[in-house]
């Protein structure tokens, strides 16, 4: 069972990365519009990533007895300078979704919420993943320049992250558990 303090931040957090969701759909969108198809991938499999994160929090607060309350999604931005703008706020967004979850661990910790900080494990080591992840294409973006002499490498980088797959639960309706044990992920 979890407080009422904890489950309003969970549900905060829960916003957020259903925002998060929101946001990489539209760099998805606004990737294929200006050709970049790998970079429309990569962003479209992150929503699934972010998806999934979404629905673990969701699905965590009704079995610790808590009610979900969905609030409205804000709009994300359309419009990008580059491809390495792109990242950059990619970047800028995973750190202020880290300092979030931090957040959260702090507050099950002054609640002493065991299970939601253990809970909240996962969500920490999977932001020094996203982190780096990102880090790693903005140095990429970085060695291929602006300008016309950077759209080998552009290209280069677009093909390598059209590679990217969803290896992500994607179908919710039956719990992450459930549907984790149905594609043989557990």
Known sequence: MIGKKMEKALNGHLNKELYSAYLYMAMSAYSDSIGLKGFANWFMVQYHEEMLHAMKIYEYILRQGG???LAA???PPSDFESPLDLFEKTLAHEKFITKSIHDLVDLAIAEKDHATQIFLQ???????EEEENDND???QLKLVGAGPEGNNGLFLVDKDLGARVTTVLTDFSKGIEAGMKAAGQA
């Open 73 to 75: 999604v804000k709009e």
């Open 137 to 139: 294409i903005i140095a």
């Open 67 to 69: 009610r979900v309350n």
């Open 122 to 128: 996962w969500y920490v080591t999977e932001q020094i």
